[in-house]
């Protein structure tokens, strides 16, 4: 038997507090895997070199993965 008082669940998993962080990793290496491959497009397309700004775009990839491996450390399970 169901509990028919009970609320029917939402779409998905509840959030947890520390999704934020995964989300903003995931934001920032996709932004400086964005940039990387505009640096590589760049001389392909016109015949300038790419901005000092694609150059510093491109390093949010490694932050983002930075901040990926904090995420999986504080969300793993804690040895005993």
């Known amino acids: 038997m169901t509990n ?3 609320a029917p669940p939402s779409g998905g998993a ?3 507090k520390g999704d934020w962080l995964l989300q903003l990793a995931l934001g920032l290496f996709a932004l400086g ?3 990387i491959i505009a640096i590589f497009l ?3 397309v016109s ?3 790419p ?3 694609l150059y510093f775009g491109a390093l949010l ?3 983002g993965f930075l901040l990926g491996v904090v995420f ?3 969300s793993g399970r804690r040895s005993r």
């Open 33 to 35: 895997l964005l940039a």
């Open 42 to 44: 760049t001389p392909v």
């Open 72 to 74: 999986a450390l504080r």
């Open 51 to 53: 901005g000092l700004w």
């Open 4 to 6: 028919p008082s009970a």
């Open 47 to 49: 015949d300038g070199a």
């Open 61 to 63: 990839a490694p932050l």
């Open 14 to 16: 509840p959030r947890r």
